[in-house]
């Protein structure tokens, strides 16, 4: 069995350049409000995650160890990952935004054997006792309450001498990270060693990373891929659950004072950036790249984030999920050049060709668990179906969630196939057209509706900011709903007028001429993580209540 641990990258890096940059904080403003940051070097941050293994080991966190990590981004989230990668341990990482209920279920799940966390962590980790009776070992970072533990500052008393990182192999299980149950129950990822591995690579060789690189990734868990890329990682001011509500001021601040070369940006906060650089003519010479991910990325949205960035620098929008990420991706002048077209009649999101080294196919939809593979479950050119994918990224199963196993893996001889849950097609160039949630088809009497597809024509009307279809009572027999949440210069028009307009629309495409109900929503529910994808789950409820209200196509001025 091949042995390997992800730190060795980091180790390699603090080998070939040791005193570039690796991680950058701010660290606050002077009397002139300038701002000031404080930084380690790769072989800083090499050393610390050295002296942080030790000590983690000292108190009982080592090989194999499942530690839940409730740290904020910064300097200590990246020297405490990389430790717990040393010493063989598994962090443990959920989405704090998904509710307390939610989040503590989910980390109960994993019987934590150890628990890192700022001060306000470890009160939860309190007022929960029964949920952590597996922690036997604590760490602070900050100061220390009466929840027992150590500190962080403790562990980094200890005399640096070199870590021998863990003896793991690139099958052994490196950490679990959740889902965020935005469409369904959260589930807790395996992530391996070779997993990392993988994904870093594919990310290198797909976008080029250079030697010279440094990112503003204003998503936490894919700031930890820069040090293993070699890339300085400059830490956004900004709430992590909250990227849509991010500061643009205070992001443009660190792209030009840092000279930042690759931004990652969930449409939610693409949107905002892109209209404050464009009211205030900036341009950010220094971007090589812009990737935006975790949501649909309209191309309208891409469109208005160009101006911002220098002739030729492109905006990537890769394909994927916390099981399976990257496996696609397609850049700004292949959308704006050829595809947006066919997505605006309706015919998906082209997320470009499966990158190198995963085989993507199409499948028949069905809800239910699939046993084995056969190529005869991959549907016709073109025929809208399941996207399943193979390849060393993709994870092999959650943790002791057998069921939800049962559910979205095939077994292919000794390999597997994933079933993303997503619905889209392939086209004969080999590219694959995104349509939608597998969960959130409507099928009615007339036949299977498509998120994507459907709501692209209603997205055309002027005064509309986005749409979202959703299904009204038992599958096969479901009423279908267009649910509006309209741009803010559109929120004097004639509701009346304006369910016209869209049924206009509906009747004049064949795809959507069975739909007939429209409700005007004022702000549409999202997904804590990138907050962009929308909760259709909530939105039926929500439209269902409206229609035994007896509210349907013409709606009063305010839509709640």
Same mark, same amino acid.
């Given at each position: 069995?091949?042995?390997?641990?992800?730190?060795?990258?980091?180790?390699?890096?603090?080998?070939?350049?040791?005193?570039?940059?690796?991680?950058?904080?701010?660290?606050?403003?002077?009397?002139?409000?300038?701002?000031?940051?404080?930084?380690?070097?790769?072989?800083?941050?090499?050393?610390?995650?050295?002296?942080?293994?030790?000590?983690?080991?000292?108190?009982?966190?080592?090989?194999?160890?499942?530690?839940?990590?409730?740290?904020? +981004?910064?300097?200590?989230? =990246?020297? $405490?990952?990389?430790?717990?990668?040393?010493?063989? &341990? *598994?962090?443990?990482?959920? /989405? @704090?935004?998904?509710?307390?209920?939610?989040?503590?279920?989910?980390?109960?799940?994993?019987?934590?054997?150890?628990?890192?966390?700022?001060?306000?962590?470890?009160?939860?980790?309190?007022?929960?006792?029964?949920?952590?009776?597996?922690?036997?070992?604590?760490?602070?970072?900050?100061?220390?309450?009466?929840?027992?533990?150590?500190?962080?500052?403790?562990?980094?008393?200890?005399?640096?001498?070199?870590?021998?990182?863990?003896?793991?192999?690139?099958?052994?299980?490196?950490?679990?990270?959740?889902?965020?149950?935005?469409?369904?129950?959260?589930?807790?990822?395996?992530?391996?060693?070779?997993?990392?591995?993988?994904?870093?690579?594919?990310?290198?060789?797909?976008?080029?990373?250079?030697?010279?690189?440094?990112?503003? +990734?204003?998503?936490?868990? =894919?700031? $930890?891929?820069?040090?293993?890329?070699?890339?300085? &990682? *400059?830490?956004?001011?900004? /709430? @992590?659950?909250?990227?849509?509500?991010?500061?643009?001021?205070?992001?443009?601040?660190?792209?030009?004072?840092?000279?930042?070369?690759?931004?990652?940006?969930?449409?939610?906060?693409?949107?905002?950036?892109?209209?404050?650089?464009?009211?205030?003519?900036?341009?950010?010479?220094?971007?090589?790249?812009?990737?935006?991910?975790?949501?649909?990325?309209?191309?309208?949205?891409?469109?208005?984030?160009?101006?911002?960035?220098?002739?030729?620098?492109?905006?990537?929008?890769?394909?994927?999920?916390?099981?399976?990420?990257?496996?696609?991706?397609?850049?700004?002048?292949?959308?704006?050049?050829?595809?947006?077209?066919?997505?605006?009649?309706?015919?998906?999101?082209?997320?470009?060709?499966?990158?190198?080294?995963?085989?993507?196919?199409?499948?028949?939809?069905?809800?239910?668990?699939?046993?084995?593979?056969?190529?005869?479950? *991959?549907?016709?050119?073109?025929?809208?179906?399941?996207?399943?994918?193979?390849?060393?990224?993709?994870?092999?199963?959650?943790?002791?969630?057998?069921?939800?196993?049962?559910?979205?893996?095939?077994?292919?001889?000794?390999?597997?196939?994933?079933?993303?849950?997503?619905?889209?097609?392939?086209?004969?160039?080999?590219?694959?057209?995104?349509?939608?949630?597998?969960?959130?088809?409507?099928?009615?009497?007339?036949?299977?509706?498509?998120?994507?597809?459907?709501?692209?024509?209603?997205?055309?009307?002027?005064?509309?900011?986005?749409?979202?279809?959703?299904?009204?009572?038992?599958?096969?027999?479901?009423?279908?709903?267009?649910?509006?949440?309209?741009?803010?210069?559109?929120?004097?028009?004639?509701?009346?007028?304006?369910?016209?307009?869209?049924?206009?629309?509906?009747?004049?495409?064949?795809?959507?001429?069975?739909?007939?109900?429209?409700?005007?929503?004022?702000?549409?529910?999202?997904?804590?993580?990138?907050?962009?994808?929308?909760?259709?789950?909530?939105?039926?409820?929500?439209?269902?209540?409206?229609?035994?209200?007896?509210?349907?196509?013409?709606?009063?001025?305010?839509?709640?």
């Amino acid at each position: 069995m091949t042995r390997f641990n992800i730190a060795a990258l980091l180790r390699q890096q603090a080998k070939d350049h040791p005193y570039k940059r690796a991680v950058v904080c701010t660290a606050g403003r002077d009397a002139g409000g300038r701002i000031a940051y404080a930084h380690l070097t790769f072989r800083q941050l090499d050393k610390q995650s050295d002296q942080l293994a030790h000590g983690l080991e000292q108190v009982g966190i080592g090989r194999g160890t499942r530690t839940i990590l409730m740290v904020r +981004p910064g300097i200590a989230f =990246f020297t $405490l990952t990389f430790a717990l990668f040393k010493a063989g &341990a *598994i962090p443990v990482v959920v /989405d @704090p935004g998904m509710g307390l209920g939610r989040m503590v279920r989910c980390l109960e799940s994993t019987h934590p054997q150890a628990f890192i966390g700022i001060p306000l962590a470890h009160v939860l980790r309190l007022l929960c006792p029964g949920r952590f009776r597996s922690v036997k070992s604590a760490v602070t970072v900050g100061w220390q309450g009466p929840w027992g533990g150590t500190t962080l500052r403790r562990l980094m008393r200890h005399p640096w001498s070199p870590y021998s990182p863990a003896d793991t192999s690139r099958d052994e299980m490196a950490a679990i990270l959740f889902t965020t149950g935005s469409t369904g129950p959260a589930r807790g990822a395996i992530y391996t060693h070779g997993t990392f591995d993988a994904q870093i690579r594919t990310i290198q060789r797909q976008f080029d990373i250079g030697a010279d690189e440094i990112d503003l +990734p204003t998503f936490p868990l =894919f700031a $930890l891929f820069d040090p293993a890329l070699g890339m300085t &990682a *400059i830490i956004p001011q900004m /709430d @992590p659950t909250r990227p849509a509500r991010a500061n643009p001021e205070r992001l443009i601040e660190a792209i030009v004072n840092q000279g930042v070369t690759n931004l990652f940006a969930s449409p939610a906060l693409l949107r905002p950036l892109g209209a404050y650089g464009r009211e205030r003519g900036i341009r950010l010479p220094s971007l090589r790249r812009v990737v935006s991910a975790g949501a649909p990325v309209p191309p309208e949205l891409i469109e208005g984030f160009l101006p911002l960035l220098t002739e030729g620098t492109e905006i990537h929008t890769p394909y994927g999920a916390t099981e399976a990420v990257p496996i696609a991706s397609i850049g700004s002048r292949e959308i704006l050049g050829e595809t947006r077209r066919f997505s605006d009649q309706g015919y998906g999101l082209c997320v470009g060709h499966a990158l190198e080294g995963l085989d993507v196919r199409i499948i028949g939809i069905s809800d239910a668990p699939i046993e084995t593979w056969s190529d005869a479950l *991959i549907v016709s050119e073109g025929e809208i179906g399941e996207i399943v994918v193979r390849g060393d990224l993709v994870t092999g199963g959650y943790f002791e969630q057998p069921e939800a196993d049962r559910l979205t893996k095939i077994a292919d001889g000794k390999r597997f196939w994933h079933r993303m849950g997503d619905l889209g097609w392939m086209d004969k160039k080999g590219r694959i057209w995104f349509c939608g949630r597998k969960s959130q088809r409507v099928t009615t009497p007339r036949g299977t509706l498509y998120t994507i597809p459907c709501e692209a024509v209603f997205n055309r009307h002027a005064a509309v900011r986005r749409t979202a279809l959703v299904g009204l009572g038992e599958p096969v027999h479901q009423q279908a709903v267009i649910c509006v949440e309209l741009k803010s210069e559109g929120a004097g028009i004639d509701r009346r007028q304006l369910a016209a307009e869209l049924t206009a629309l509906a009747a004049a495409n064949e795809m959507t001429r069975e739909i007939e109900t429209f409700l005007v929503h004022p702000e549409f529910p999202v997904d804590i993580r990138h907050n962009d994808k929308i909760h259709r789950e909530k939105l039926a409820l929500w439209a269902a209540s409206r229609i035994r209200q007896g509210r349907g196509r013409s709606e009063p001025p305010h839509g709640k």
